[in-house]
């Protein structure tokens, strides 16, 4: 018998030494190349391609792959094929990590961003006035308060500590809002007793009202209320120095613009109306006695 594919005598097998079982084995691999121009060609279901092979190196032969009946061509392998699938694989791992990274930084961004109340509470200790409020919680309060009333249209006006609640919680009206300014009245009330009439007690540490007089003292309250009878500070005549003439009392205290006017009482010894330029350029004088 011949081997139908290289013409070689096939043996009592059957078998061609070189190509292998002849018809009737669809067999798909590598066998013996019957033309042997290389060591081994390959097969498909039986029939001979131009795909070749010699050690471990493949090729292309259709030359000798037309010599063989039922030649078959395989398509080409295509390096470019591959090199694009390697470089589309390693770009879309590129964008995944990169993807990963900024998803990360944003997490962890938003992780340590401090939350508006932390942000609130934080300004008003830098700026110094939290002492103002009597809790954390007053303070949020008040400042949440602060944008509810911009909201219904109020002015966009107040103390530093309004002016941080703004920035903070409702920064639309950050820019128009003034801050009002904050400043310390001196104050001096003075006890006059030329005549004699004894309204002074002395010694030579200090002095007091005395007789028609005796409410005026150390403890003797001056209150300051605006326009509208509330009370906006409060403060104590303090120590009086002088002697049985003369007694004059020295006291300070705060107060912040924007009221439409600002009413001082010692005691029950009358009140005197100033504006807030008047305090701040003149500070309060009252002068009792004769």
Request: net charge negative.
């Amino acid at each position: 018998m011949t081997c139908p594919y290289c013409g070689g005598e096939v043996g009592d097998t059957g078998i061609c030494p070189r190509c292998g079982p002849p018809d009737g084995t669809a067999m798909t691999g590598w066998r013996p190349d019957p033309t042997a121009r290389h060591e081994g060609r390959y097969y498909v279901a039986g029939r001979p391609t131009d795909r070749v092979r010699d050690g471990k190196k493949q090729a292309g032969d259709p030359d000798g792959g037309r010599l063989l009946p039922g030649y078959v061509a395989l398509p080409a392998r295509s390096r470019t094929s591959i090199r694009s699938t390697w470089l589309a694989t390693g770009a879309a791992t590129v964008v995944i990590v990169l993807l990963g990274a900024v998803l990360w930084g944003l997490l962890l961004h938003r992780h340590r961003q401090p939350t508006p109340d932390a942000e609130y509470l934080s300004a008003l200790k830098n700026a110094g006035v939290e002492g103002q409020f009597t809790s954390d919680a007053n303070a949020l309060a008040h400042g949440r308060q602060v944008c509810r009333q911009l909201d219904e249209g109020g002015p966009q006006q107040g103390p530093a500590a309004d002016k941080i609640a703004v920035d903070v919680f409702c920064r639309e009206f950050s820019k128009g809002f003034h801050i009002l300014e904050t400043v310390t009245v001196s104050g001096t009330f003075v006890l006059t007793d030329a005549a004699g009439f004894g309204a002074i007690a002395a010694d030579d540490a200090s002095c007091s009202g005395a007789n028609g007089y005796s409410d005026i003292g150390p403890h003797t309250q001056v209150t300051v209320t605006n326009g509208k009878r509330e009370i906006l500070t409060t403060t104590a005549l303090g120590q009086g120095h002088g002697d049985s003439a003369t007694c004059t009392f020295t006291f300070g205290f705060p107060i912040t613009e924007g009221q439409d006017r600002y009413v001082v009482s010692v005691g029950h010894r009358g009140e005197f109306s100033y504006s807030f330029a008047q305090l701040q350029n003149n500070g309060v004088a009252i002068q009792l006695g004769h």
